[in-house]
T-cell receptor, first 112, second 117 residues
Framework: DAKTTQPTSMDCAEGRAANLPCNHS???????VYWYRQIHSQGPQYIIH???NNETNEMASLIITEDRKSSTLILPHATLRDTAVYYC?????????????FGKGTRLSVIA | DAGVIQSPRHEVTEMGQEVTLRCKPI?????LFWYRQTMMRGLELLIY????????DSGMPEDRFSAKMPNASFSTLKIQPSEPRDSAVYFC???????????????FGAGTRLSVL
């Protein structure tokens, strides 16, 4: 799986959009970008994934650059409950029954 | 669905004692994973099963650790004897593991916080 690079930490004001970047310059054509988050004292939680098109669900939006070397997770209206560590993970399409490889992630602090 | 269920939520034991962590995956899921999280090493895989068969146990620290999955609805992670450096949060996760399916979400339990004194 391709390596990812994320900022260590970010702050965001409550109610504003949180934009979390991820670099994955060695991503291959068969690899998807996944985002998980871990709220304090809980297990990681799936947020969203994508291949090359932008994706949106009830939790967030995922913007992937045209060259696919980077992506941004967007939480449109961050709340205090979005304070968590966010992990960007690159995986092959057929790796569904294999483990996730977690990096250090980005610690997002949403401030009132 | 109740999600992935782990027990106990907290375990405090003394060095040398046997510890057994338990996991009930989501019904219908055929892949189960045990992860460990520490401040120093982050989240790392210990072992995982597909269709109750252990596939990769290279993350198991040493022979003191063992894991079983006797059926599709139950798995255990045992540490015998336990040591202070085993103190961590242990997570169990499960997924449907569909071949060729991109959206194979892993669902995590709430974890077991283990303290070995």
């Amino acid at each position: 799986d391709a390596k990812t690079t994320q900022p260590t930490s970010m702050d965001c004001a409550e109610g504003r959009a949180a934009n979390l970047p991820c670099n994955h310059s060695t991503i291959s054509g068969n690899e998807y970008v996944y985002w998980y988050r871990q709220i304090h004292s809980q297990g990681p939680q799936y947020i969203i994934h994508g291949l090359k098109n932008n994706e949106t669900n009830e939790m967030a939006s995922l913007i992937i650059t045209e060259d696919r070397k980077s992506s941004t997770l967007i939480l449109p209206h961050a709340t205090l409950r979005d304070t968590a560590v966010y992990y960007c993970i690159v995986r092959y399409r057929n790796s569904g029954n294999t483990p996730l490889v977690f990096g250090k992630g980005t610690r997002l602090s949403v401030i009132a | 669905d109740a999600g992935v269920i782990q027990s106990p939520r907290h375990e405090v034991t003394e060095m040398g004692q046997e510890v057994t962590l338990r996991c009930k995956p989501i019904s219908g899921h055929n892949s189960l994973f045990w992860y460990r999280q520490t401040m120093m090493r982050g989240l790392e895989l210990l072992i995982y099963f597909n269709n109750n068969v252990p596939i990769d146990d290279s993350g198991m620290p040493e022979d003191r650790f063992s894991a079983k999955m006797p059926n599709a609805s139950f798995s255990t992670l045992k540490i015998q004897p336990s040591e202070p450096r085993d103190s961590a949060v242990y997570f169990c996760a499960s997924t449907k593991g569909l071949a060729g399916e991109a959206k194979n979400i892993q669902y995590f339990g709430a974890g077991t916080r283990l303290s070995v004194l």
